[in-house]
């Protein structure tokens, strides 16, 4: 009995090496990656903001060609396709102060630019890439305000044509998505409402014809409600 069990023991210890070496290597796989999800910017939505710029004169005919502060709101709504493309409708509105230096001619007379309101409706289209959109925007333009002629600050009896309050805008700008349902912009943007030229009043500007314009450059904010913002994630 012992010798059987010795010879066990003994054929037991020789296969041991070779059923080890039959055996296959144990494979590990190594975990992916982790992929951060990729947020998806949509710009389709209503959104209302504010700004603050300023407006320098096209043409210093009758007006300074100094910077005035301006500052105002806007509101519109933007729609998203095709799918990097943005097409929308905006209104805005700026307030501007009143005081203009004016021109003076050469017999004294003066001769003050008051415009202190500038409007628009207008259409903008746009491409973006993410949180960023580039845009184009144009149509009509609105002021309030008008001209003034005096000498020596005594108000002078004149007539004039043109002075519109309706005319026409372009403009461009950027505009950048730095918070779900928030985002701002920097624009640029040109009014036009055409000429004028007094044809009755002191000698000195009867006949002077200026060009009505304006150029703005503004930066601001606007809230996007409901789709505007980061809209989905993906995997």
Known sequence: MRTILIGAAALLALAAPAAAADMQPRTYTKAPAYTPPQVIY??????IGGHIGGAFAGDSTFQSSDARFLGGVQGGFDYQ???NWVVGIEAQYSWLPTKN???????GTQVTSNTDQLGSVT?????????????AKGGYAWRNGGLGVNVAGVPQAFTATGNSKDGYTVGAGLEYMFAPNWSAKAEYQYY??????????PADVVGVRGRDDEHTVKVGVNYRFGWGGPAASRY
Do not use: D, E, K
């Open 42 to 47: 949509n710009w389709t939505g209503f959104y």
């Open 81 to 83: 396709f095709a799918p």
């Open 101 to 107: 230096n004016g021109v003076t001619f050469p017999l």
């Open 123 to 135: 259409g903008r289209i746009g491409y973006t890439w993410g949180p960023t959109l580039l845009y």
């Open 192 to 201: 036009n409402f055409g000429s004028t030229t007094i044809t009755a009043g």
